[in-house]
């Protein structure tokens, strides 16, 4: 689930759909997506989202790390090493048909390829990416012709990030701002899709910026988003417990607004608030669970220290039943969310 960039997936829909007409321009990839914005706001994760919403797995995304290519040279690792060079043969080009292909099946044949921090790249794979993202083609080291005229191909980067942040204070978040009196929400949403894109045209060459169909610059995230993250993660948490000991853990008011406050960072974004989750939550409860202090079935209240500045963890019930725990574990209000998402995920995949 992707919380605050409505215009990213609203994006990818349109282009996927466009697709799925048969209306896009033939001999080119699906679509070219350039994502610009701060670390930490989600712009590799709805990469992610996107393959496990189209293609049934997170991880059918062939993801280059574009920071181990700023060397011309280093281009052989993608796409081989030509003959009479020495490692040819040992050479297994990162970007081969077989690696696009490896996710298709029978209900769905789409490649995720992922040029993650595109800006750290070296000018030799910028002008790679010109073939591909004009004509879906790409010639590997022994000649053999590698086509992504059925691939998606996202760009990330943090170009004007800094700017970015400098827009967003005094306040802290992307709500914080206005409420300071700094600027309306549309008015500061469209500076901070100024400073990025503007960013992005001063680094990249127009050959390169006419090749992308979508340049799309990620929001900061503010206190309504990291709230909806927060519950989220705590989610996902309680499914890993319930992979393991399953037991039921509650967090009061208190003890959300403490994670909150340890895990709010303008400049980091969701990751921070995770790190907050896995140091004050995770890892107490790893503790518990090692010294079989929490056992199966037990119901587990979370809340503040007597300073407040800590997590205390107290038994309130044990052994419950699973079908208890789970029953235990979201309201109506929240099962009616998450069928509602789960629905939209379907249909955006049809």
Same mark, same amino acid.
């Given at each position: @689930?992707?919380?605050?960039? =409505? ?60 920071? !181990? ?14 003959? +009479?060079?020495?490692?040819?043969? !040992? ?27 595109? !800006? ?14 004009? *004509? ?23 170009? =004007?990030?800094? !700017? ?11 709500? =914080? ?8 929400? &549309? #008015? ?9 894109? =503007? ?56 003890? *959300? ?16 608030? *995770? ?30 220290? &007597?300073?407040?500045?800590? @997590? ?6 044990? +052994? ?7 029953? *235990?574990? #979201?309201?109506?209000? %929240? ?5 509602? %998402? +789960? ?8």
């Amino acid at each position: @689930m992707i919380v605050g960039q =409505g215009e990213a997936i609203e994006q990818i829909i349109n282009v996927y759909q466009t697709y799925l007409a048969g209306l896009n321009p033939p001999s080119r990839p699906i679509g070219n997506f350039l994502f610009l914005g701060p670390t930490g706001t989600g712009k590799t994760r709805i990469v992610e989202a996107a393959a496990e919403s189209l293609a049934g797995d997170a991880r059918a995304v062939i993801k280059i790390d574009c920071a !181990e290519f700023q060397h011309s040279h280093e281009i052989a690792k993608l796409i081989g090493s030509p003959p +009479g060079y020495l490692g040819h043969r !040992e050479t297994h080009p990162l970007l081969s048909q077989e690696a696009l292909n490896q996710f298709h099946n029978d209900r769905i044949k789409l490649s995720f390829v992922l040029f993650d921090e595109i !800006e750290k790249a070296s000018d030799a794979l910028w002008n790679l990416l010109l073939g591909i993202l004009d *004509k879906a083609n790409l010639t590997l080291g022994d000649n053999r012709r590698v086509d992504f005229s059925n691939a998606l191909i996202f760009m990330t980067s943090n170009l =004007g990030a800094a !700017e970015m942040d400098a827009m967003m204070r005094p306040g802290m978040g992307f709500h =914080g701002a206005h409420a300071n009196g700094a600027d309306d929400p &549309a #008015a500061l949403s469209k500076r901070i899709k100024s400073a990025g894109v =503007g960013a992005a045209r001063r680094k990249f060459t127009p050959e390169f910026i006419n090749r992308l169909d979508k340049i799309v610059v990620f929001n900061p995230l503010g206190d309504r988003e990291l709230r909806q993250i927060l519950k989220i993660e705590l989610l996902r948490v309680q499914e890993r417990v319930f992979a393991g000991v399953p037991f039921l853990f509650q967090l009061t008011d208190a003890a *959300k607004e403490r994670l909150l406050q340890e895990g709010t960072d303008a400049k980091y974004g969701a990751r921070h608030l *995770k790190r907050a989750i896995e140091r004050s939550l995770v890892h107490p409860l790893a503790n518990l669970i090692a010294t079989q202090q929490v056992r199966a079935g037990d119901l587990i209240a979370v809340d503040t220290d &007597a300073n407040g500045t800590g @997590m205390r963890f107290d038994r309130v019930d044990e +052994g419950l039943p699973v079908y208890t725990l789970f029953r *235990k574990n #979201a309201s109506d209000e %929240d099962r009616i969310s998450l069928a509602l %998402d +789960g629905l939209a995920e379907k249909t955006a995949s049809r």
